[in-house]
């Protein structure tokens, strides 16, 4: 059976940390969820429509789990906190994609810069907490990995039957590197990079 120094207990993130980027995350999930349900009705695409309409749900499910997390951490349930401004800022970008014939920037703006950034994030907060005392959120981040890497997937593949010009891979390339560059400003979902302390790093196993 693994042994845990007992300096580790409380992992890489304190309760009050986890707490910050539950909240992070919950806002990056639920503004997606709401943009996305905005763009259904904006999309001509049919086969985009109704692969929206499965993330939609799915995404309200990611949000809704995550919301209930935050009071067995002793916080407010359901609370959604953008990390700063500027991330505030990207979202806003991505989501102002609103005309009929926008549908390839909205699927780069989800499929190559939001979901795979969430993706990564959980996936090293996954790497990084103790398994004694947060199995909850273990739960929790990996079905929000194992379902957002689902739909990027499926996204990724409506996305490339929509390109099928040199013109149209230029829009979606110069797009991607627009939305990176404000998404690098914010320091990402939790701000980290842009303004936040390193978490305390966990020592090895005794």
């Not at 980027?21 to 709401?34: C, D, G, T």
């Not at 995404?59 to 505030?88: C, I, M, W, Y």
């Not at 797009?175 to 966990?202: I, N, Y």
């Amino acid at each position: 059976m693994a042994l845990y120094d007992r300096r580790t207990l409380e992992g890489v993130y304190s309760v009050r940390q986890s707490v910050i980027y539950i909240q992070n995350y919950r806002y990056a999930e639920e503004r997606m969820m709401r943009m996305m349900a905005g763009w259904i009705a904006l999309t001509p695409e049919l086969a985009v429509k109704l692969e929206m309409a499965k993330q939609v749900y799915e995404d309200a499910l990611h949000t809704d789990a995550l919301g209930k997390r935050l009071p067995e951490l002793r916080a407010q349930p359901q609370v959604s906190k953008a990390p700063n401004d500027a991330f505030v800022t990207f979202m806003n970008a991505l989501e102002g994609k609103e005309e009929w014939e926008d549908t390839i920037e909205r699927l780069v703006g989800i499929y190559r810069v939001l979901k795979p950034h969430l993706i990564s994030h959980y996936s090293s907060h996954l790497s990084a907490m103790n398994p004694v005392y947060e199995p909850p959120t273990l739960r929790i981040l990996g079905r929000l990995v194992e379902e957002e890497k689902a739909h990027v997937e499926r996204g990724s593949v409506l996305l490339n039957e929509l390109l099928d010009s040199k013109e149209k891979h230029l829009r979606a390339a110069n797009w991607q590197s627009h939305l990176e560059g404000l998404l690098g400003a914010s320091g990402g979902v939790t701000g980290f990079e842009a303004d936040e302390p390193a978490p305390r790093r966990k020592v090895g196993r005794s």
